[in-house]
């Protein structure tokens, strides 16, 4: 079975540029979660979808960040414009459960110049 | 809110070395408590885990017991190998909340 996918896995644009990460949770799974660290910090939780529904975004930092999940499979994560603040890892995970075990992704290391 | 704190790095041993990792947390609710570990690439796995008080969690040689009275869940190991060497993470999940808190992770090297 395959696990979580990223997509790119590691991405640098220039301050002001649009970036779109993508994540394809494991099969079956609805619910799916984004996380983010930035350098020498904790990994901090954005979002959480079940199926296509944002369960809970209270983790979001701002209106420059967008996530999608259109058809409860895989989902995107867009930030535009992206400012210096945004560079780090962003992690995907997936569980089948509401509460249940969170299998993660390599993660996407972003990069902004 | 909740938060989890646990020992800067890096941290060097040499093979066979014992290990421990300390971590606390603080919750407003009752946790489940998690160690979370990251190979070179890798995403990151799930190591260990330990939903109630005085629960150890145990995997692949590590082990941590849930300490309610001190708010601790700390990672130990009696003898590491060269491909322990990876981040570690310890994490919390509250009480009927989905949102994995972490903290800021220790990078392991283990040396031959």
């Keep these: 079975e395959a696990g979580v996918t990223q997509f790119p896995s590691h991405s640098v644009i220039e301050k002001g540029q649009t970036v ?22 904790e990994i901090k939780f954005l979002l959480h979808f079940v199926k296509e529904s944002k369960q809970d975004e209270s983790g979001m930092p701002n209106n420059r ?49 | ?24 947390y603080t919750a407003t609710g009752y946790p489940s408590l998690f160690w979370y570990v990251q190979y070179p690439g890798e995403g990151l796995q799930l190591l260990l885990k330990a939903t109630k008080a005085d629960d150890k969690g145990s995997n692949k040689g590590f082990e941590a017991t849930y300490r309610k009275e001190t708010t601790s869940f700390h990672l130990e190991k009696g003898s590491v190998q060269v491909s322990d060497s990876a981040v570690y993470f310890c994490a919390l999940r509250d009480s009927g909340n989905t949102p994995l808190v972490f903290g800021k992770g220790t990078r392991l090297s283990v040396i031959a």
Excluded at chain 1, 29 to 41: A, I, P
């Design chain 1, 20 to 41: 779109t990460l993508r994540c394809d949770p494991i099969s079956g799974h609805d619910n799916l979660y984004w996380y983010r660290r930035v350098m020498g910090k």
């Design chain 1, 65 to 113: 960040f967008l996530a999608e999940r259109t058809g409860g499979t895989y989902s995107t994560l867009k930030v535009q414009p992206a400012e210096l603040e945004d560079s780090g890892v962003y992690f995907c995970a997936s569980s089948q459960d509401f509460l249940g075990e969170q299998y993660f992704g390599p993660g996407t290391r972003l990069t902004v110049t």
């Design chain 2, 1 to 24: 809110g909740d938060s989890v704190t646990q020992m800067e790095g890096p941290v060097t041993l040499s093979e066979e070395a014992f290990l421990t990792i300390n971590c606390t």
